[in-house]
């Protein structure tokens, strides 16, 4: 089965500065790569998601970037906000399949003011 | 509002009791699901259903059960035999074919504590 390793689990930021996540995957047959934004409280949103065929994407502050030989996508946010503080989850699964998605293990993002 | 509501927030359990956590869906999705939340870990899929009268064990099934007898109804029962149960739990809803394509829309979550 998939497995998606998350680093860091844990990441300070000051306003204004960029915070970026990592995850890797190891199913070489994974072609989409979602992320999930969870505030304290609440149920996880997605806030982006690519899929294999390209390897970029971007929505205004976030940006996602997949590199299929390595296995590795990242999320990317500039000009971070206090409002960016949560818990980041990247995710992998296989268009089409029945396989779900495999979540990592999620970065708790702290954008100090 | 369409949404995903779970209840209760905040569930207390003796060691032995089986307990239900009630998720409803407004949102006309086939699909639902629940998940375990537990810190550092991740969130662990127990079971999903993607239409009613019929549901998946996910990774983590043991000691937990289901029902889908309505469209907009997915209760989770934690039994017994659930070895840890303490944990966060998060119900979803997809429109078929996701979320392996789109957007899983998740509750606000149940916190259960066993004492």
């Known amino acids: 089965g998939e497995n998606v390793e998350q680093h860091p689990s844990t990441l300070s930021v000051q306003e204004g500065d960029s915070a970026v996540i990592k995850c890797t995957y190891s199913?070489?047959?994974?072609?989409?790569f979602p992320w999930y934004k969870q505030e304290l409280g609440k149920g996880p949103q997605l806030i982006i998601d690519i899929r294999s065929n390209v390897g970029e994407k971007k929505d205004q502050r976030i940006a996602v970037t997949l590199n299929k030989t390595a296995k590795h996508f990242s999320l990317h946010i500039t000009e971070t906000q206090p409002e960016d503080s949560a818990v980041y989850f990247c995710?992998?699964?296989?268009?089409?399949?029945?396989?779900?998605?495999?979540f990592g293990s999620g970065t708790q993002l702290t954008v100090l003011p | 509002d369409g949404g995903i509501t779970q209840s209760p927030k905040y569930l207390f359990r003796k060691e032995g009791q089986n307990v239900t956590l009630s998720c409803e869906q407004n949102?006309?999705?086939?699909?639902m699901y629940w998940y375990r939340q537990d810190p550092g870990q991740g969130l662990r899929l127990i079971y999903y259903s993607q239409i009613v009268n019929d549901f998946q064990k996910g990774d983590i099934a043991e000691g937990y059960s289901v029902s889908r007898e309505k469209k907009e109804s997915f209760p989770l029962t934690v039994t017994s035999a659930q070895k840890n149960p303490t944990a966060f739990y998060l119900c979803?809803?997809?429109?078929?074919?996701?979320?392996?394509?789109?957007?899983?829309?998740f509750g606000e979550g149940s916190r259960l504590t066993v004492l």
């Open positions: 199913d070489s047959a994974s072609n989409y």
């Open positions: 995710a992998a699964s296989i268009v089409g399949s029945a396989r779900q998605l495999t």
């Open positions: 949102l006309n999705h086939d699909a």
């Open positions: 979803a809803s997809s429109v078929l074919g996701a979320p392996n394509t789109g957007e899983l829309f």
